[in-house]
T-cell receptor, first 113, second 112 residues
Framework: DAKTTQPPSMDCAEGRAANLPCNHS???????VYWYRQIHSQGPQYIIH???NNETNEMASLIITEDRKSSTLILPHATLRDTAVYYC??????????????FGTGTRLQVTL | NAGVTQTPKFQVLKTGQSMTLQCAQD?????MSWYRQDPGMGLRLIHY???????DQGEVPNGYNVSRSTTEDFPLRLLSAAPSQTSVYFC???????????FGPGTRLLVL
């Protein structure tokens, strides 16, 4: 699986958009970009994933660059409850080894008043 | 649906003791897996299963055994606990063809 690089920490004011970057310069053509987050002491929670098109769901938006070497997770209106560690993960599509997610150290997002 | 449940929530062991961490899911998911998370680090895969009767090793399998006799349950056994196994353990499950993994609340293990 391709490796990812994320900043160790970021701050965001409540109500503002939080933009979390991820570099994955060695991504392969069939590998997806996934985002999970882990709120303190809880199990990770799936947020969103995408291949090459931008994606949006009720939680966030995912912007993937045209060359697919980087992406940005956008939380449009961050709240205090969004304070968590955010993990960017790159892996092939679900082909029988779906259980294998490789987590790095992620970005610790602190949302402040 | 209870989702993914894990027991116990907390456990203290002495070096050399054995124990089983329980994981169950009620979503009829084929895939289940175990991760450990050490302080300040990401999750590392211990073992995983793609269905009943089928298991395989992950990144850090040494010192742990698993079995998958039913779709619902995926217990993790520590044969002889060591202080290096002090960690938080997460179980996860997902459906074949689905991209979302569901994680349990975790078991915090301290080995003295």
């Amino acid at each position: 699986d391709a490796k990812t690089t994320q900043p160790p920490s970021m701050d965001c004011a409540e109500g503002r958009a939080a933009n979390l970057p991820c570099n994955h310069s060695t991504i392969s053509g069939n590998e997806y970009v996934y985002w999970y987050r882990q709120i303190h002491s809880q199990g990770p929670q799936y947020i969103i994933h995408g291949l090459k098109n931008n994606e949006t769901n009720e939680m966030a938006s995912l912007i993937i660059t045209e060359d697919r070497k980087s992406s940005t997770l956008i939380l449009p209106h961050a709240t205090l409850r969004d304070t968590a560690v955010y993990y960017c993960i790159v892996r092939p599509p679900n082909t029988g080894t779906a259980s294998k997610l490789t987590f790095g150290t992620g970005t610790r997002l602190q949302v402040t008043l | 649906n209870a989702g993914v449940t894990q027991t116990p929530k907390f456990q203290v062991l002495k070096t050399g003791q054995s124990m089983t961490l329980q994981c169950a899911q009620d979503m009829n998911h084929e895939y289940m897996s175990w991760y450990r998370q050490d302080p300040g680090m990401g999750l590392r895969l211990i073992h995983y299963s793609v269905g009943a009767g089928i298991t395989d090793q992950g990144e850090v399998p040494n010192g742990y055994n698993v079995s998958r006799s039913t779709t619902e349950d995926f217990p993790l056994r520590l044969l002889s606990a060591a202080p290096s196994q002090t960690s938080v353990y997460f179980c996860a499950s997902s459906n074949y063809g689905a991209e979302t993994q569901y994680f349990g609340p975790g078991t915090r293990l301290l080995v003295l």
